[in-house]
């Protein structure tokens, strides 16, 4: 592969190995050759083989395994991640401002794949979403907490578009924010009834078919949200 003007040689090699794993169609967990054969393949040295599986270990691209060998990663979404964690706990202000752009994309996002996804939603659906506000009902009345019942929702929510991404997405944007949102102390939530009203909200205009109600629905519980953080 040739190396590109100003390209590191570090990274140059990391292209290759990413297009060889490409060119010879590896799924995640097939093993990746030796060092050795990356080494004939590329001409290049052993630490320089080293050192480019190491940066494409921390993306998650490959999985080094000690004493077994190296395989093709998951290529999930743990380093975009970490690295929207570090820049909102890194930035020079509060952090509100940062939490807030990430709501707001995670808002645009969903509110976007609603109106997708509204066309599709069977009532056996509806039903299972129901079933699941209806859990996050009596986790509150008996004092327990239900984010991951939350997440449940959203994720479900979604489901019947059949994209393996959007979860993916989601569960990226919503791990970023309790992440920070627990690291910088966290506000008071609002009540569990107020919860499970905001998305029993969406469900409702979601069975009269009402989109555009189901959209201003998902606005208000957004607005909840941020209004919650500002708090922090």
Known sequence: ???????????????????????????????????????????????????????LQALDIIEIRHGHG???????????????????????????AALAELLQVREVLEEGLLRRVAQTLTDVELDRLDAVLDRMAAAGRAGRPFAELDRQFH??????????????????????FHRVDGARGGADA?????????????ITALRARDVEGAQRAMAIHFRGIGARAART
């Open 1 to 55: 592969m040739p190396r590109m003007p100003g390209e590191p040689r570090n990274s140059r090699i990391q292209r290759a190995v990413v297009q060889l794993i490409l060119d010879r169609r590896l799924r995640p967990g097939a093993p990746l050759p030796t060092e050795a054969e990356l080494m004939d393949a590329l001409r290049v040295s052993r630490n320089s083989v080293r050192e480019a599986l190491k940066a």
């Open 70 to 96: 190296t395989y093709v990663g998951q290529a999930s979404l743990t380093p975009l991640i970490d690295a929207l964690t570090f820049r909102t706990l890194a930035r020079h202000d509060d952090g509100t």
């Open 155 to 176: 994720e479900l929510l979604y489901a019947p578009l059949g994209n393996a991404l959007v979860p993916q997405l989601l569960g990226a944007f919503w791990t970023v």
């Open 190 to 202: 609002p009540s569990p009834e107020l919860t499970v009203h905001r998305h029993r909200a969406i």
